[in-house]
């Protein structure tokens, strides 16, 4: 034991002492968010120390590099890069005690706005954390509101687009009332989650865990917490759910698992599917039959956990996140029927669909090649790889444009759009509305006339385009849009949207 061990600054001391009564002695936040590894993602090191010493503008987190040396930052700046000793539980019990709903929320008997509900759209803003509630024909901001810290994925609509739910990073879910702008309340769902999809019905939302390793479901009437279910591998290996989607014809929701090849899909209406494949190794029968939301396991060749679904959702096209393949599984019968030939990481989330000689074709950006492939739903054979400027992250298109655009989010390019033409499938323009900044993400109109594009930045902007001409219309300010989502679009499960 030299001098130098002794003098090294106690990092869970200083965490405890600074930072412990915002973000909570276990890391897991509080008033602040999380503090662990699967929240930091990728803000390492030298980003999370300017973060301690100079704080976060528009946030409560105060800047600490008055009150702590450098070495002192450094130390609980890898502190909180350390994961968790022990997965911690999340119990219904542990969630439902988070639940808060507001006190002052009265629900409106009808819309305390005059826009067309179905064209109402909603723009996410990373930058301070707030939701834009525009109006699609005027671009009017109806309303904007605080959501959790760090929200991700698409927010979920009720099937009558009246309600909207939002989830953030740290698992809470928020319930917001469209007709009445105000916020009916938040719990937590999760520790660190990923995303929620909504049932066809509207009475659940399902909500994807990384931390811990399950799948809560909630009652969309109060955010009551319904069930929790722990998701493990045959040899009763936790695995992380990267992803829940929706499949209202088959009334279930579907997951993909981070750590086991499986598909999990749970049942939530009243006459689940005999699951009569007894003689089939590979599935596993529903876990009880009188459980309300009864389990059916479709083990897979391959871990995959980015999926995209036909539109009658008989087919789930996954993807493995080591970029490698991708495969076709034939949900009704639980085999895989196709292996896709996709290198380069895929984003099937963000996959779309539209006819094509004859056919119909889904077009998906890669998150490492500078490439998008346009798959035949038939053949499933790949008819064209187009080249980009660079790997996209999203796709939109709608019935009523001939046009599908892609954004080139990662590179030097990430300031270019590309439109492309759905039946040539050539790129007939590239846009670059804000040279050297972030253009990412699109959503079109109820009617498809116009796209509405981000500005990825903290002084950034919606920008909205002619759909047809692709000239500007104008620019709303923002703070660093991330995606919108569009009522009608959602809600009719438009095929050039993600759902
Ligand atoms: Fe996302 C959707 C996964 C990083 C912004 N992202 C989704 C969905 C999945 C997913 C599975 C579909 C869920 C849904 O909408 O219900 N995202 C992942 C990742 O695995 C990845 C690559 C790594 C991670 O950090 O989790 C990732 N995503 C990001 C970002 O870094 C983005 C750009 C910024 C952010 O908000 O963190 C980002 N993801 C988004 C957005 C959507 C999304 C805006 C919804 C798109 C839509 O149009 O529906």
């Known amino acids: 034991m030299g001098g130098a061990a002794w003098a090294e600054p106690d990092a869970r001391a200083l965490f405890s002492e600074h930072c412990a009564e ?15 590894p699967e929240t930091l993602g990728r803000m390492y090191g030298p980003a999370l120390q300017a973060v301690i010493g100079q704080g976060r503008a528009a946030t409560q987190m105060p800047a600490f590099d008055e009150v702590l040396s450098a070495d002192e930052i450094a130390a609980i700046a890898s502190y909180l890069e350390e994961p968790l000793a022990e997965t911690p539980r999340w119990s219904v019990e542990d969630a439902m005690a988070t639940r808060d709903l507001s006190p002052d929320y009265t629900p409106a008997e009808a819309p305390v706005w005059s826009s067309d509900p179905m064209n109402i759209t909603l723009v996410v803003e990373t930058g301070d954390h707030h939701v834009s509630v525009l109006d699609g024909d005027t671009f009017d901001v109806l309303d904007r509101f605080a959501t959790p810290f760090a929200v991700h994925g698409g927010p979920k609509f009720s099937p009558d687009g009246r309600y909207v739910f939002v989830m953030s990073r740290d698992g809470w879910v928020q319930k917001y009332d469209i007709w009445s702008l105000q916020v009916v309340g938040q719990v937590r769902a ?68 981070k750590d086991v090849p499986q598909v999990w899909e749970v049942f939530y209406g009243a006459n689940p599917p005999q699951m009569g494949f007894a003689h089939d190794y590979r599935m596993e029968p529903p ?28 087919h789930l096209i996954g993807a493995s ?19 896709l030939d996709l290198p380069g990481m895929p984003h099937l989330g963000s996959g779309i669909t ?4 004859g056919t119909t074709v889904m077009a998906t950006p890669h998150l490492k090649g500078n490439v998008i492939s346009v798959i035949d739903m038939e053949s499933w054979k790949t008819v064209k790889q187009i080249g ?86 104008k620019r709303l300010p923002m703070r660093k849009p991330s995606g919108k989502y569009n009522v009608w679009n959602k809600i009719t499960f438009e095929s050039g949207t993600s759902h």
């Open 22 to 36: 915002c973000h909570a002695e276990s890391r897991l936040g509080g008033t602040g968010p999380a503090l662990i």
């Open 190 to 257: 999760g520790l660190n989650s990923r995303n929620i999809a909504m049932s066809g019905d509207g009475k659940w939302l399902a909500v994807a865990n990384y931390l811990p390793q399950t799948l809560t479901i909630l009652s969309t009437e109060d955010l009551s917490v319904q069930k929790v279910i722990d998701v493990k591998g045959p040899d009763g290996t936790p695995s992380r759910v990267s992803a829940v989607y929706q499949a209202p014809p088959r009334e279930s929701f579907v997951l993909a698992l």
């Open 287 to 314: 876990v009880k039959s009188a459980d309300p939301f009864p389990l059916r396991k479709i083990t897979v060749s391959d871990i995959m956990d980015d999926f995209f679904f036909d539109l009658d959702y008989e």
């Open 321 to 339: 996140r080591d970029g490698a393949h991708g495969v076709v599984l034939d949900m009704v019968i639980g085999q895989e029927i196709a292996s």
């Open 354 to 357: 539209w006819p094509w000689n």
């Open 388 to 473: 980009t400027e660079g790997p996209g992250f999203f796709m939109r298109s709608h019935a009523n444009t001939p046009y599908a655009w892609a954004d080139v989010f990662f590179g030097p390019n990430k300031d270019k759009m590309h439109v492309i033409d759905k039946q040539s499938l050539e790129i007939v323009k590239t846009l670059d509305p804000a040279p050297g900044k972030t253009v990412a993400h699109v959503e079109f109109t109820k009617d498809g006339s116009k796209a509405l594009v981000s500005i990825w930045e903290d002084d950034g902007a919606v920008i909205v385009y002619d759909a047809a001409t692709l000239e500007e219309i």
